[in-house]
């Protein structure tokens, strides 16, 4: 079993994780620009992260054997603090860069004005660098949010095809659905969705659309719940064809829209180093 | 040198037309330049001195920057201190190949900060660009001396520090004797380089002292 996991934030993760995941067939990953649990107060703390994301993170992966990228934006909640705001006027130089495969994590958190503004702002820059948008549904008010999140991209013009609608539960997919954007499920221990139920809702409606992820990220969350789901595919009955077109083919054709994505499985030695550094401790092998 | 083809250099003159017409351009065009204009398709090596295609085309767009705002050398300098700060290593790189752009525009002091960024890093393709022409320049003695050191340590060859005949003095053969002599205490070998620049003559050749 192949599997992509089109969101999981790895910079919260360790080296075992890496580990498991490759064991479990994880070859691929986006990790999208989000929130770190501590407020950021500045600018110069997003510019530190995005490097991070393109520069150390990419390498952490490669040397397990997994091809990481990552999507760029302003997240919702801190898109109300005016001191992080600033950082829209630099996300351009950031959205040209390689592996930057989708404008993300925007969307909604509290729905004030302040988000609706960062939020449209971002699906622009998603139009102006021919990216996709990536885009969070709030924990709060779901279906409100997900309504209104699918009204600004009609308004700013931006394909729904090029749009993930992500957190997605049985309440709200269908909107979601029928606007013909794709449709993201975060599958979590306790919270979200399980893998029973995202069996339950691909049963229903068909795999089009539908991309699958972890969304681990530094709360209680698990980097294996992608192929749990494949399993649960599997043991009800659907095809292995079934399971890599929904944990491989379909976030390869999302992400691929941008023409960015970096598949190659990395060649790399343990004693590899990014920029000097390397994930061994202590002496160097040489 | 790495030369570019016909569709490369037709797809970089259209993004130097552009940064003349609109400098600002060069914030987008300088990162995406490996993808959108071209790049040296195997995967970068550790060699610190592999003049890569995408290097030698954003060196060129450092330049077409340098003349477009050759008026405003302020603007100049703070747009090439951006596109250090916030590029990745490869954009980095280049920019400190570039730097000549940089220097010619009356701002050394500028480009010497992101010299000394790049000497503090451990990625030997940074160090090995910023000890060019260009950077090693901008050192002092001291620094220069400490820049020499970090390239035995960390593996960039010397060949590739510019300069170096002129500038080894008493002071870095001490520095680089010592350095040796820790090796040898370890039972570690004394990198060629070190043995070079210490005895440089060779050790078949006979000594002042004899």
């Known amino acids: ?286 | 040198m790495t030369t570019l083809d016909e569709q490369t250099e037709q797809r970089l003159v259209a993004a130097e037309t552009a940064v003349r017409s609109d400098p600002t351009r060069v914030r987008s065009l300088f990162p995406a330049a490996g993808r959108d204009i071209g790049r040296t398709r195997t995967a970068p090596g550790a060699a610190p001195g592999e003049v890569r295609l995408e290097d030698v085309v954003r060196v060129r767009l450092l330049a077409t920057l340098g003349e477009a705002l050759a008026e405003d050398p302020d603007t100049l300098a703070r747009e090439v201190a951006d596109l250090y700060r916030f590029g990745d290593a490869a954009e980095r790189r280049a920019v400190l190949l570039g730097l000549a752009t940089l220097v010619d525009a009356g701002r050394g002091e500028r480009a010497a900060l992101l010299v000394h960024d790049a000497l503090r890093t451990n990625d030997v393709r940074l160090v090995a660009a910023a000890l060019g022409p260009a950077g090693a320049a901008l050192l002092d003695a001291d620094a220069f001396r400490q820049a020499v050191l970090k390239c035995l340590f960390v593996g960039v060859p010397l060949d590739l520090v510019a300069g170096l005949d002129q500038r080894a003095d008493a002071p870095l053969r001490t520095m680089v004797a010592s350095y040796a002599d820790e090796r040898r205490a370890a039972g570690r070998a004394v990198p060629d380089d070190a043995l070079t620049l210490l005895d440089p003559a060779g050790p078949d050749a006979p000594t002042q002292e004899s």
């Open chain 1, 1 to 286: 079993m192949r599997i992509f996991d089109p969101h999981i934030h790895m910079t919260s993760r360790t080296t075992d994780d890496y580990e498991a995941m490759h064991a479990a067939g994880v070859r691929a990953v986006v990790e999208p620009a989000f929130w770190l649990g501590q407020p950021r107060t500045g600018v110069d703390s997003f510019i530190d992260y995005f490097d991070a994301l393109l520069g150390w993170e990419r390498f952490r992966a490669a040397q397990f054997g997994i091809a990481h990228h990552c999507t760029i934006a302003l997240n919702p909640k801190e898109a109300n603090d005016p001191r992080c705001t600033p950082v829209l006027d630099l996300l351009p130089r950031y959205l040209a860069k390689d592996g930057v495969v989708a404008v993300g994590e925007v969307g909604f958190d509290s729905m004030t004005e302040a988000e609706e503004t960062a939020f449209t702002r971002q699906l622009e820059l998603a139009g102006e660098h021919g990216l996709p948008a990536m885009v969070h549904t709030p924990h709060r008010d779901k279906l409100a949010g997900t309504h209104r999140t699918l009204e600004l991209v009609a308004a700013v013009g931006l394909p729904a095809g090029h749009v993930l609608v992500d957190h997605l539960n049985e309440v709200t997919v269908d909107v979601v659905d029928d606007a013909g954007a794709w449709m993201g499920f975060s599958i979590y221990p306790d919270t979200k969705m399980d893998p029973h139920r995202m069996v339950a809702i691909l049963e229903r409606r068909g795999l089009d659309r539908v991309l699958v992820n972890s969304a681990a990220d530094w709360g209680r969350s698990d980097p294996l719940t992608t192929r749990q789901t494949g399993d649960a595919m599997l043991a009800a009955g659907f095809s292995d064809d079934d399971v890599d077109r929904v944990l491989w083919r379909n976030p390869v054709e999302f992400y691929g829209q941008s023409g960015r994505l970096l598949l190659e499985t990395p060649q790399v030695k343990a004693t590899d180093t990014f920029e000097g550094s390397s994930v061994l401790r202590g002496e160097r092998a040489s």
